[in-house]
T-cell receptor, first 117, second 115 residues
Framework: AQTVTQSQPEMSVQEAETVTLSCTYDTSESDYYLFWYKQPPSRQMILVIRQEAYKQQNATENRFSVNFQKAAKSFSLKISDSQLGDAAMYFCAYLEDSGGSNYKLTFGKGTLLTVNP | SAVISQKPSRDICQRGTSLTIQCQVDSQVTMMFWYRQQPGQSLTLIATANQGSEATYESGFVIDKFPISRPNLTFSTLTVSNMSPEDSSIYLC????????????FGPGTRLTVL
């Protein structure tokens, strides 16, 4: 079974600074997708960024960017110019085609990000 | 992305009872999913709800405990049956508008407490 590992249970960053959240995954597939979701205290899961495994270019969404290393099976999230509203639990997720018409999204355990003013 | 709503947003239930959670989407979607998030934990997929066919359950989840309906392309329900305190969790539905390549978007979740 595919696994997603987030080795940092908690991270903190000063407002306006940059922070990087780590994620590694295990798979034997060559075609898959990777995501970062954030979950603030409201518990709503919000998509931050998405990366297709076949693309070598790292995905970027405004202040959020990833460092995708396919050979190393690493997918880290960099948040630049951190804002108080970035404080949340961040989940790394892996999407595989689990067969037939079903698609399984596997999550890491999450990293709790605190932003200090 | 689709707008997803869930009802109820939270509930407190007695053990041995059942609760049905509704998930409504503002547009037709191909896939609907149900996840459980136990306190302080990550999300675990319960099942995939397919319109016109039976739901597909993940290992450790059974239809008798978590029956799912998907009557059309915009609506699904998850029932948590014969509840025990161990069922206290956040239950989230998610949707993808097409197939494998599509991103899953999540509803706001239902916080369930079983006494």
């Amino acid at each position: 079974a595919q696994t997603v590992t987030q080795s940092q249970p908690e991270m903190s960053v000063q407002e306006a600074e940059t922070v990087t959240l780590s994620c590694t995954y295990d798979t034997s597939e060559s075609d898959y997708y990777l995501f970062w979701y954030k979950q603030p205290p409201s518990r709503q899961m919000i998509l931050v960024i998405r990366q297709e495994a076949y693309k070598q270019q790292n995905a970027t969404e405004n202040r959020f960017s990833v460092n995708f290393q396919k050979a190393a099976k690493s997918f880290s999230l960099k948040i630049s110019d951190s804002q108080l509203g970035d404080a949340a639990m961040y989940f790394c997720a892996y999407l595989e085609d689990s067969g037939g018409s079903n698609y399984k999204l596997t999550f890491g355990k999450g990293t709790l990000l605190t932003v200090n003013p | 992305s689709a707008v997803i709503s869930q009802k109820p947003s939270r509930d407190i239930c007695q053990r041995g009872t059942s609760l049905t959670i509704q998930c409504q989407v503002d547009s037709q979607v191909t896939m609907m999913f149900w996840y459980r998030q136990q306190p302080g934990q990550s999300l675990t997929l319960i099942a995939t709800a397919n319109q016109g066919s039976e739901a597909t359950y993940e290992s450790g989840f059974v239809i008798d405990k978590f029956p799912i309906s998907r009557p059309n392309l915009t609506f699904s329900t998850l029932t948590v049956s014969n509840m025990s305190p161990e069922d206290s969790s956040i239950y989230l539905c998610s949707v993808s508008t097409s197939g494998f390549t599509d991103t899953q978007y999540f509803g706001p979740g239902t916080r369930l407490t079983v006494l």
